[in-house]
Structure formats: C-alpha cells, structure tokens
C-alpha cells in the first residue's frame, strides 16, 4: 500500500519562521516518505494566504525572530480558528519554538506588545528581559522510553497550563522554562518544542512517530516500513555524547 499512499503536508510561514535549520524538518519528512514511496506533497503558506482546515494531514510550523513573531501573530488571528479546526480533527502538527510560542495562549516580549496565541496549547510564554540568561545550548529529553536531541535558544519561558502535558523530561538542558524539567507541550496530535538543530534528522523515531500519526488518521492501520537509521543513528548518539553520555544516563537510571 505503500506507493498508494499519499500525505499533504502545510508548512506555515516558511519564508519568515526557519532559524536554525527548521526547514530540514520537511526535508526528514519528505525523505523518509520517498524511501518509502509514500507521496509528500509540501504546501507553502504564506502572510495573507488562506489555510483550509479540510486538505492537509499534516502542518508544520518553524521559529522566527521577535519582528517576524509579531508579523506572523498578527496574520494568525485570521488562520487561526481554521488551524485549531484541523487540529481538532486530528491533524498531526508540530511547531517549533516562535511557531511552539504562538502555538499558546501569548508570548509576552522583553519589549514591544504582547502577541496573542491561538492557544492550540494551554501554555504562555514571557520573556524575562535581557538581564535574564537566555536558554541555549544542547538538549536530551526523555520521551516514551526514547531520547530526543536538540539544541535550544529561547529568551522565552514557557509554562503549562492544566490542559497541556509536555513532549518530553529534560535529562540536560533548559526546556520550556529551565524550572520545572518539562520540554515542549502535546495537545491530540500537536507537538510543540523548542528543539532546532534540526529536530526530525537526528530523531528518527519522532519523525517516523508523526507519519505514523498522519498515515493512521487517513488510511487507519498503516505499519511504517522499517528504514536503515544507522546514519541519523550516529547523528543522534553524537549528540549525546556532546552533553556527556555518563551524565544523561545516570539521569535515565540505567
């Protein structure tokens, strides 16, 4: 079934949300697909372009700068119930950092007004000001018995609400508020992170994780074909072992 199947991918705001690599989010996820001769079509969506909650199985959404956060919330609150429907439907999302940010309720800016959220996650983000270390550097947090890897680099701190759970434990690094060990936040089939670098290339499971997600919604039981990771296997254990292999793996208890 495999070269039957095909995804529709929408990647929210591409020319204004990629720092740090975001965009080798898409291409994990087209490859991946490729290997498996599963059709990825990637939709670009743009400021002032319409989203139809109906046509994609799958959206994505970068970080950006505070300048380009502020363009991209205020062009949200026009996308933004069309988004929240798809969602609530069981679209698979993943937002990364300034798109995790406005995945929330607002972020509220060292300077400069607060930007509203469409609140897909029950999270806020504030910024602290300059005098408050940013959140930088490498990551490992334990997710459904795996690790994920990353880096971060946030002045933004991000709290959960009661209605929000989050991605993953930070076994190094700072998460959404170097406070309280919680990275990301998972909403239905929504993922929210602050993980660049980029995330899906050197995570492999997450990335095969969401497909699986997407596929189930479209065509029901959908088993992934399984793939030589060996090559993103390294990626992932150098990373590691950047942070010090000793270190995350007292922290797991093993």
């Given at each position: 079934m495999s070269g039957e199947a095909r995804l529709k991918l929408?990647?929210?705001y591409p020319n204004l949300m990629?720092?740090?690599?975001?965009?080798?989010?898409?291409?994990c996820l087209r490859q991946r697909c490729l290997w498996r001769e599963i059709e990825l079509e990637v939709t670009g969506i743009g400021l002032d372009e319409e989203f139809d909650p109906l046509a994609y199985d799958l959206l994505f959404m970068g970080g950006g700068q505070d300048r380009e956060q502020q363009m991209v919330a205020e062009d949200l609150q026009v996308k933004g119930q069309a988004i929240k429907a798809a969602i609530e439907s069981g679209v698979v999302a993943l937002a990364v950092c300034g798109g995790y940010q406005l995945f929330g309720r607002y972020y509220r800016p060292a300077e400069g007004p607060e930007?509203?959220?469409i609140e897909v996650f029950d999270a806020w983000t504030i910024h602290k000001g300059s005098d408050v270390p940013r959140c930088i550097g490498n990551v490992v947090a334990r997710w459904n018995n795996h690790t994920l890897v990353g880096f971060e680099n946030h002045g933004g701190r991000t709290y959960l609400g009661p209605q929000a759970k989050p991605l993953a434990q930070v076994i190094h690094?700072?998460?959404?508020n170097s406070e309280?060990?919680?990275?990301?936040?998972?909403?239905k089939n929504a993922y929210g992170t602050y993980l660049h670098g980029s995330l899906l290339p050197k995570n492999p499971h997450f990335a095969d994780h969401l497909l699986s997600l997407a596929l189930a919604q479209?065509?029901?039981?959908?088993?992934?074909?399984?793939?030589?990771?060996?090559?993103?296997?390294?990626a992932h254990e150098a990373a590691l072992k950047m942070v010090g292999k000793r270190r995350w793996l007292s922290r797991l208890g093993t």
């Open positions: 929408a990647h929210l990629n720092i740090y690599g975001d965009r080798g989010n898409i291409i930007l509203v959220g690094g700072h998460g959404n309280d060990d919680g990275e990301g936040a998972v909403y479209k065509y029901g039981d959908f088993p992934l074909a399984p793939l030589d990771d060996s090559l993103e296997t390294r």
